[in-house]
């Protein structure tokens, strides 16, 4: 079975400081990674993937997020905050499933706050 | 290129009522998927669809809950009969016929049984 950790409900940053909202993920296989954000009354939104290759992983918004596969971590960063950063993030991991699907697991999710 | 759509975006019914949600997913994506994201949790899986053919619906509690995919595009998924706890925000998804690809949200529809 496949799961995905986020431990911080919420991480608060000042605007202009970097953040790190931290991802945590148990499969057994090859993962595959994934990142959304979700504003108020919105769906997700995708952010960044990491499939394979290159462990640091550029997306939209100037995100970025590290995979690093001996901690089995993919924590999603950002050199600089703003305040329009200000939402609710997921993580999430996919794996082929038995049937051949595309099962997304996702995280609890963490609350960003950024304060101005 | 014009995202997932879904309707209603809000629904309240009392309980043992039931009710139906539609989702038109993107043009060409053949893969449409319903979760089910409660308040301060993360969203999961109900069911998972390949055209009009359903690939995991082991989620999906089947004694109150349905879902149909007739001609491979829109679907729906219905409820009935409601319980309080099947409310939630019920989100629709989609991707390319291609496994390991991005899936696309909706803007969900949010239930609420009293």
């Known amino acids: 079975a496949q799961s995905v950790a986020q431990p911080e409900d919420q991480v608060n940053v000042a605007e202009g400081n970097p953040l790190t909202v931290k991802c945590t993920y148990s499969v057994s296989g090859n993962p595959y990674l994934f990142w959304y954000v979700q504003y108020p009354n919105r769906g997700l939104q995708f952010l960044l993937k990491?499939?394979?290759?290159?462990?640091l992983v550029k997306g939209s918004y100037g995100f970025e997020a590290e995979f690093n596969k001996s901690q089995t971590s993919f924590h999603l960063k950002k050199p600089s905050a703003l305040v329009s950063d200000s939402a609710l993030y997921f993580c999430?991991?996919?794996?082929?499933?038995?049937?051949?699907?595309?099962?997304?697991?996702f995280g609890g999710g963490t609350r960003l706050m950024v304060k101005p | 290129e014009a995202g997932v759509a879904q309707s209603p975006r809000y629904k309240i019914i009392e309980k043992r009522q039931s009710v139906a949600f539609w989702c038109n997913p993107i043009s060409g994506h053949a893969t449409l998927y319903w979760y089910q994201q409660i308040l301060g949790q993360g969203p999961k899986l109900l069911i998972q669809?390949?055209?009009?053919?359903?690939?995991?619906d082991s989620q999906l509690p089947k004694d109150r809950f349905s879902a149909e995919r007739l001609k491979g595009v829109d679907s729906t998924l219905k409820i009935q009969p409601a319980k309080l706890e099947d409310s939630a925000v019920y989100l629709c998804?989609?991707?390319?016929?291609?496994?390991?690809?991005?899936?696309?949200f909706g803007p969900g529809t949010r239930l609420l049984v009293l």
């Open positions: 669809f390949q055209n009009n053919g359903v690939v995991d």
């Open positions: 990491y499939i394979t290759g290159d462990n």
């Open positions: 998804a989609s991707s390319t016929a291609r496994w390991r690809e991005t899936q696309y």
């Open positions: 999430a991991v996919s794996l082929l499933s038995n049937n051949a699907g595309n099962m997304l697991t």
